[in-house]
């Protein structure tokens, strides 16, 4: 505890001090700084509010803080994050290591079983865990600790070293079946996370939930309802705690000019009108400027094969690429580094037109395309337009490798996107999809360097005859 005391000391010791350094700048610059500012702020904004949603225990949801959340299958009416698997068990555990550092001890599998975990601005830790990581399905136990540990006080645990106080720990364990969870939950049961100082203490009791109406929100709602000044104060207060980098100080420094930064103030009363309007509309236009730059076919960290988005290589490990952490964290908290999982994402067909529900799809896998090259294993998921998983009668999200498909004569695969069941027979290649837009998402699982060079390519989603026709 003397160690993180010290450690939290020498933070409020070098706090920058604004000083009204603002006054020396143009409107034009502050509000320049402000739009980079909220840029930097956003995914640790993010983090805190789903930590704060997460946290929030029901009898139906919910885990106190360092504690895990073995989720059900993901579902239609799952709003905690835009774009969940429907491949995997979620369990989900928000870290606060301000106090001391925590113990996560996982079982040997036999099954996929990958555990990533995030810091508080959404950067994926070096090590990863579990398959396809340094443990790769054998029984481990990693020391996890923030910045302040020396990690001198727990030999004989392998270190990993989080950079923030704040931290999300995700483990993916894969399912066959939705009918016969009882092989994943059997592993989920045997993970758990105890603090350094009740290691070893078999009568180690976690501390129960509790339940707060204030922190009952859909996080991304929550953070476009917030104002700026709230914005930049609610950050100014977490980034004590959780501070960046060295690489991170020359940002930092720009930003406290106008009162950002851990331990100041943000008090925009002395801007003119016009700042003061700018900054109101500021979250708005950042956060619309997101969207586009998804549609950007152009964009540097976006990149297009077949009309099928997919994300620069250093997807969560993000170094000083603030606008990539930010988009991601708003469209699609919680992404894998390239290495154990690559995303394709589309919302056109083949000719660029959006994907409409009130029009057949069909996705052909020719043979020699099927399945893509992995180690672990593939789906396609549909999302409605706001990345939520779709409603629909056979509770089916997701196509996946593993299906045992149809296949035409000469080997390939039609998959149907549609809004209305193709006929009994063809169900097995039907992935239902909502009477309106919606967007897809494909998951390749320790791929193979075929997949990150893009030697192989998905292929186009190609539009049919309408529904109604």
């Known amino acids: 505890m003397k160690k993180m005391c010290f450690f939290l000391l020498c933070c409020l010791i070098f706090i920058p001090t604004n000083e009204c350094r603002a006054g020396a700048l143009r409107d034009e610059e502050i509000i320049e700084i402000a739009r980079e500012a909220y840029v930097y702020a956003l995914p640790l904004v993010i983090m ?27 579902s239609a009416s799952d709003k905690l994050i835009v774009r969940p698997n429907a491949d995997t068990l979620y369990s989900f555990a928000f870290l606060d290591l301000s106090g001391e550092p925590v113990v996560l001890s996982k079982p040997e599998t036999d099954i996929y ?13 070096e090590k990863i865990l579990g398959t396809g990581g340094v443990d790769d399905g054998k029984a481990a136990e990693y020391l996890l600790y923030g910045p302040g540990y020396d990690g001198q006080d727990a030999p004989g645990l392998e270190g990993v070293s989080i950079p923030t106080n704040l931290a999300w720990v995700m483990v993916r364990t894969k399912y066959e079946d939705v009918n016969d969870l009882s092989i994943p939950r059997a592993v989920q049961n045997k993970l758990s996370l105890v603090p350094l100082s009740e290691y070893g203490n078999p009568d180690y009791i976690p501390p129960p939930g509790s339940y707060d109406p204030a922190n009952d929100f859909v996080t991304f709602e929550k953070v476009q309802e917030m104002d700026i000044v709230t914005f930049f104060n609610a950050f100014n207060e977490l980034s004590i ?13 720009r930003y406290a000019q106008i009162g950002i930064g851990p331990g100041l103030e943000f008090d925009p009363a002395g801007f003119s009108q016009e700042t003061l309007q700018a900054m109101r509309d500021l979250p ?53 580094p390239v290495e154990m999982s690559k995303y ?22 020719e043979e020699h395309q099927f399945p893509p090259p992995c180690r672990a294993f593939w789906s396609i998921t549909a999302y409605d337009g706001y990345g939520f998983l779709i409603d629909n009668p056979l509770d089916k999200y997701a196509i996946r490798g593993g299906d045992n498909p149809l296949k035409n004569p000469d080997g390939s695969v039609d998959f149907y996107l549609q809004s209305e069941s193709p006929g009994k027979d063809l169900e097995p290649n039907w992935l239902p999809v909502p009477e309106g837009s919606f967007q897809l998402a494909m998951r390749i699982y320790l791929p193979e360097p075929s ?19």
């Open 344 to 365: 394709f994402i589309t919302s056109v067909d083949s000719g660029t037109e959006p994907l409409d529900g009130n029009n057949r799809y069909v996705i052909r896998f």
């Open 48 to 74: 805190d509010l789903t930590s704060k949603a997460s946290t929030n225990v029901t009898e139906e949801n919910g885990a106190p803080i360092n504690q895990f959340n073995h989720r059900p299958p993901a």
């Open 113 to 125: 079983c990958s555990i990533s975990i995030l810091d508080a601005y959404t950067n994926s830790n």
């Open 451 to 469: 997949v990150l060079d893009l030697s192989w390519k998905p292929p186009y989603v190609v539009r049919g005859t309408a529904v109604a026709e």
């Open 284 to 336: 708005g236009i950042v956060l619309n400027s997101f969207i586009k730059l998804i549609l950007d076919t152009n964009s540097y960290f976006f990149r297009y094969v077949n009309n099928w988005s997919h994300m620069a290589d250093n997807l969560a490990r993000f170094g000083t690429d603030y606008e990539f952490r930010a988009v991601i964290a708003f469209t699609g908290l919680g992404g894998n």
């Open 241 to 253: 705690l959780n501070p960046g980098t060295g690489d991170d100080e020359p940002a930092l420094q």
